[in-house]
T-cell receptor, first 109, second 115 residues
Framework: TQLLEQSPQFLSIQEGENLTVYCNSS?????LQWYRQEPGEGPVLLVT?????EVKKLKRLTFQFGDARKDSSLHITAAQTGDTGLYLC?????????FGEGTQLTVNP | GAVVSQHPSWVICKSGTSVKIECRSL??????MFWYRQFPKQSLMLMAT?????????EQGVEKDKFLINHASLTLSTLTVTSAHPEDSSFYIC???????????FGSGTRLTVV
C-alpha cells in the first residue's frame, strides 16, 4: 500500500507569515499533485509536478518535487486569510490517486 | 475547463432507505470515475473506481452490495448507498481524470446525513 505522510496536520499562523507543508512517501510516484479544499466543497487542483527536482510557482505558492519523486513540499509566502483551507497532496501511480492526510491551514488576520 | 457536476449537494434520509448520488462530466467524457468518502477533518479515502460499461472496482473493506456503482454512460456515474445507516453519514466526492491528464477534477461533494 502506498502511503503519503503529510506534515504538519494542523497549522495556525498570522497573516503575512511564511509556511511550508511537507508530503513524504517511501514509494515513487509518476506524478504528485497538490489540492486545496474548502469546507463543503471538493478539492481543487493547484499544481501537478512530474519531474524529479521540479519546482513550480503559482503566485505566492512554490511547489517542489523531490529528486527521487517520493516527496514534495508546498511553500506559501506572506500568507493571506484567503489561503485558509485543507491542503492535500496526492500521488499518482497508474490511474490510482493516493491522498496524504491533509494539512489544515488557518491564517489569522 | 473540465467540470464535474455532483448532485445532490446534501441529503438527509431515514435509516434503512437508499440514496443515489450522481456524478456527471459536463464537457468531457470520462471512461473512469472515482468515488471517495471523507470524514470531518480527515483526508479523502478511495471507495471504488467506476468503469464505463463494466463493473466497478472496490477498495478493500468497501461493501459492493451496500455501495452500488453504475457507470452506464461516458458522462454519468452513480453511487447508491443502500439500506443507509447513521454510520454511513459522510461527505461523498466523485472525481474524473482531467482531459489534460495533469490531475483530477472533483465534484463539489454530497453531504449525506442518515437519521
Amino acid at each position: 500500500t502506498q502511503l503519503l505522510e503529510q506534515s504538519p496536520q494542523f497549522l495556525s499562523i498570522q497573516e503575512g507569515e511564511n509556511l511550508t507543508v511537507y508530503c513524504n512517501s517511501s514509494s515513487v510516484f509518476s506524478s504528485l499533485q497538490w489540492y486545496r479544499q474548502e469546507p463543503g466543497e471538493g478539492p481543487v487542483l493547484l499544481v501537478t509536478v512530474v519531474t524529479g527536482g521540479e519546482v513550480k510557482k503559482l503566485k505566492r505558492l512554490t511547489f517542489q518535487f523531490g529528486d527521487a519523486r517520493k516527496d514534495s513540499s508546498l511553500h506559501i509566502t506572506a500568507a493571506q486569510t484567503g489561503d485558509t483551507g485543507l491542503y492535500l497532496c496526492a500521488g499518482t501511480s497508474g490511474s490510482r490517486l493516493t491522498f496524504g492526510e491533509g494539512t489544515q491551514l488557518t491564517v489569522n488576520p | 475547463g473540465a467540470v464535474v457536476s455532483q448532485h445532490p449537494s446534501w441529503v438527509i434520509c431515514k435509516s434503512g432507505t437508499s440514496v443515489k448520488i450522481e456524478c456527471r462530466s459536463l464537457d468531457f467524457q470520462a471512461t473512469t470515475m472515482f468515488w471517495y468518502r471523507q470524514f470531518p477533518k480527515q483526508s479523502l479515502m478511495l471507495m471504488a473506481t467506476s468503469n464505463e460499461g463494466s463493473k466497478a472496482t472496490y477498495e478493500q473493506g468497501v461493501e459492493k452490495d451496500k455501495f452500488l456503482i453504475n457507470h452506464a454512460s461516458l458522462t454519468l456515474s452513480t453511487l447508491t448507498v443502500t439500506s443507509a445507516h447513521p454510520e454511513d453519514s459522510s461527505f461523498y466526492i466523485c472525481s474524473a481524470p482531467s482531459q489534460a491528464f495533469d490531475g483530477y477534477t472533483f465534484g463539489s461533494g454530497t453531504r449525506l446525513t442518515v437519521v
